[in-house]
C-alpha cells in the first residue's frame, strides 16, 4: 500500500506563488495535501555561480499514480525556468491516511 505514495518536495520563490501553487493541486485532486514550510534557505549552484536565497517549501502529499499529472503541473504553474521536482516514495504510514490520499487524489 505505501509503495502507492509519494511525498513530493518543490521550493517556490515566495509565499504568494507557493499558495497559488499548493491551492491548484489541492484544487485539482492532484494532491491530498500540500505542506508550505515558509523561510528555508537554499544555497545552490545556477548557471556558474553559487547563489543564496529565501524560498518557500512545498511538501506535496500524493499517489504515485497521480505523480505525471503532478509534474506537468507543477511544470506548468512554476515561476523558476527549473523547478525542483523531486518525489520520494512514502515506504510506511498509517494505513487510514494512505487511503485518504488514495481517495483525494482519485
Not at 80 to 103: F, K
Request: hydrophobic content about 45%.
Amino acid at each position: 500500500m505505501a509503495a502507492d505514495h509519494l511525498l513530493v518536495l518543490t521550493t517556490c520563490p515566495d509565499a504568494d506563488s507557493a499558495r497559488a501553487i499548493a491551492r491548484a493541486l489541492v484544487g485539482e485532486r492532484l494532491a491530498a495535501c500540500v505542506n508550505r514550510i515558509d523561510a528555508v534557505s537554499s544555497t545552490y549552484r545556477w548557471q556558474g555561480e553559487v547563489r543564496e536565497d529565501g524560498e518557500c517549501l512545498l511538501l506535496v502529499k500524493t499517489s504515485a499514480a497521480a505523480y505525471e499529472r503532478v509534474a506537468a503541473r507543477l511544470g506548468a504553474l512554476h515561476p523558476y525556468e527549473l523547478p525542483e521536482i523531486i518525489a520520494l516514495p512514502v515506504q510506511r504510514g498509517s494505513a487510514d491516511y494512505l487511503d485518504w490520499i488514495t481517495d483525494a487524489t482519485s
